[in-house]
């Protein structure tokens, strides 16, 4: 079992940034991967960032690219998502995600992933 709690989310303006983080307790991020998501209202969930842990190689959704920057540590067990330049776009849910194994979605791919966080808010206002 891994559990994922998400915190940092709030209302920001219209090109602020923001850290978000997740931490994980009972087993660790280590297996595969830890991944963030996103889900407006009315929209589907949507990729936002990956990263796999035998290599430490980072993807990113073509609609945060450049602007967020994932990052994680195993020893801490935790995981972070640096937002930039945000946008009123960007408001949204954000989960935060572990996968055990890898699996043939790749890890833009929501059924990649075991586990999943509550979720925190974040707004972003014009």
């Known amino acids: 079992q891994v559990q994922l709690v998400e915190s940092g989310g709030r209302l920001v303006q219209d090109g602020d940034s923001l850290r978000l983080s997740c931490a994980a307790s009972g087993r660790t991020f280590s297996t595969y991967s830890a991944g963030w998501f996103r889900q407006a209202p009315g929209k589907e969930r949507e990729f936002v960032a990956a990263?796999?842990?035998?290599?430490?190689?980072?993807y990113y959704g073509d609609s945060v690219k450049g602007r967020f920057t994932m990052s994680g540590d195993n020893g801490k067990k935790t995981v972070y998502l640096q937002m930039n330049r945000l946008k009123p776009d960007d408001t949204a849910v954000y989960y935060c995600?572990?996968?055990?194994?890898?699996?043939?979605?790749?890890?833009?791919?929501?059924?990649?992933?075991?586990?999943w966080g509550l979720g925190t808010q974040v707004t972003v206002s014009s």
């Open positions: 990263i796999r842990w035998s290599d430490g190689r980072i």
């Open positions: 995600a572990a996968a055990l194994i890898p699996r043939p979605y790749g890890l833009g791919s929501r059924s990649s992933y075991d586990y």
